[in-house]
């Protein structure tokens, strides 16, 4: 035991000193392969490194301690949002955004103030006090949807709506029925549908069903439908389930997914038996039943699974949403087919098995 010890002692102390190396592959290694399993005892060695001259080593580290979600280095990260350099500032703020606290929510409200307009860092500093949920940001973050780069307004918008702020509700509407770029548009229908406000209905409702909408809005505004517990009969969602769009379409079924949506169950079915299908919306439809579950959705999946005109990667992948839905009967499916299968699909199925 003592010599088995010795050796992964001796194992962390090499990877830790990779993080020093030149060779930037090594480096990367460390970090992405090897660090996050080795939680503190990572983070203690890399604490002191903060101070070094070097900025990639700096960076390097405060991405490191994001990994391995070491909250220590706080008030060194909030002095960090300063640095000349900007790999090191953006890894600062990231830092922060995850492990930083109410004074951190200070300190990046602060740089937000004196950041010149047009700046990327607005960006990330918008995204990192929507990741704190502190409403002390609010202010800020509805000086941000008045920025000229459209990705920066939004991420305004979605930490608006990770705050669930009631008085940034108009703001939002107004930019969700503007004519600026579709992404913030995007971002200001998910805001409105995350902060809960009955008022919202219309404004989401006229961009869910415009059909002259930007794809990802009309979808969006749909969600946030959802969402305030109206959706429109028929689903409008499901809706667009059936839009020759395939773009639409493919937004939608991932949609259903991510909220594992089970009105639209028939619909991915249909998505799923259907070997015509683009196969992105086909895999997500998938996905989406492994997360929905239900006699149907499980009926479907085990077709797939013992389909031979399936290939072994659509076996494959109907055999992990079965690992998914982990019913009795998805899991006996699975129990009796996955022995005399091929590797790949058993793969396919490990969640079943705790290997996932």
Known sequence: MGSHNEAIERARTVLLDGLSSP???????????????????????????????????????????????????????????????TSVRWNAIDYL?????????????????????????????????????????????????????????????????????????PALIRLLESDADWEPRSAAAGAIGMIGDQTAIAPLLKAATNQHEDHKVRTDAAVGLIRLDHDAEPAVLVQMLDSPNEDIREWATTWCHWLAYAPATSKLIEFVEDQSEKPDIRLRAIYALGQIGGEDAVSSL??????????????????????????????????????????????????????R
């Open 23 to 85: 060779d930037q592959n090594i480096r990367d290694m460390v970090v992405y392969a090897a660090l996050p399993r080795l939680g503190t005892h990572a983070a203690d060695r890399l604490l002191p490194l903060l101070e070094s001259p070097e900025n990639s080593i700096v960076a390097l580290v405060l991405e490191v301690l994001l990994l391995v979600e070491d909250s220590r280095a706080t008030r060194i990260a909030e002095r960090l949002l300063e640095s000349a350099d």
């Open 302 to 355: 085990i077709a797939r699974l013992h389909d031979p005109q399936e290939s072994r990667h659509w076996r494959a992948y109907a055999a992990g949403s079965l690992g998914d839905v982990g019913t009795p009967a998805a899991i006996q499916a699975l129990i009796t087919a996955l022995p005399n299968d091929d590797q790949y699909v058993m793969c396919g199925g490990a969640a079943v098995f705790g290997l």
């Open 97 to 169: 955004g995850e492990c930083g606290d109410a004074e951190s929510v200070a300190q990046l409200v602060s740089i937000a103030e004196s950041t010149p307009t047009g700046r990327l860092d607005l960006w990330m500093l918008a995204g990192a006090l929507g990741n704190l949920g502190d409403r002390a940001a609010i202010p800020q973050l509805l000086r941000i949807l008045s920025e000229p780069d459209h990705h920066t307004v939004a991420a305004a918008a979605q930490a608006l709506g990770l705050i669930g702020s009631s008085e940034a509700l």
